[in-house]
């Protein structure tokens, strides 16, 4: 089991405007908190995890396969490994996602 106090995650920069901070993992999931300032993009890239999430606050761009939708606090998506993908940022936003497999680059 794995337990982490509110604050207690160490915050990273992974693109200019986006930071991490990895909450808790296990045997076969991640789980990370992203911090995203409007104006940021995390450019079109693939990886083989299947990332899972929520928008908690502000208003981002998901591109996924051709399409793009506006995702705003409280919705959802579910991006299966291996698909290319990027984020424009529009609004300042939080957003909490999950990965499976564990992202062995998203370790402390």
Same mark, same amino acid.
């Given at each position: 089991?794995?337990?982490?106090?509110? +604050? $207690? /995650?160490?915050?990273?920069?992974?693109?200019?405007?986006?930071?991490?901070?990895? @909450?808790?993992? #296990?045997?076969?999931? %991640?789980?990370?908190?992203?911090?995203?300032?409007? +104006? $940021? /993009?995390?450019?079109?890239?693939?990886?083989?995890?299947?990332?899972?999430?929520? @928008?908690?606050? #502000?208003?981002?761009? %998901?591109?996924?396969?051709?399409?793009?939708?506006?995702?705003?606090?409280?919705?959802?998506?579910?991006?299966?490994?291996?698909?290319?993908?990027?984020?424009?940022?529009?609004?300042?936003?939080?957003?909490?996602?999950?990965?499976?497999?564990?992202?062995?680059?998203?370790?402390?």
């Amino acid at each position: 089991m794995m337990f982490r106090k509110k +604050g $207690a /995650a160490d915050r990273r920069q992974i693109v200019e405007g986006v930071f991490l901070q990895t @909450l808790v993992h #296990g045997d076969k999931t %991640l789980m990370g908190r992203f911090d995203l300032a409007q +104006g $940021a /993009a995390i450019p079109s890239h693939t990886h083989l995890h299947e990332q899972t999430g929520i @928008l908690l606050s #502000g208003k981002l761009r %998901l591109k996924c396969q051709g399409r793009a939708w506006e995702a705003h606090s409280g919705d959802s998506w579910c991006i299966p490994g291996g698909v290319e993908h990027a984020v424009d940022v529009l609004e300042d936003a939080v957003a909490i996602e999950v990965f499976s497999p564990v992202r062995d680059d998203f370790l402390e």
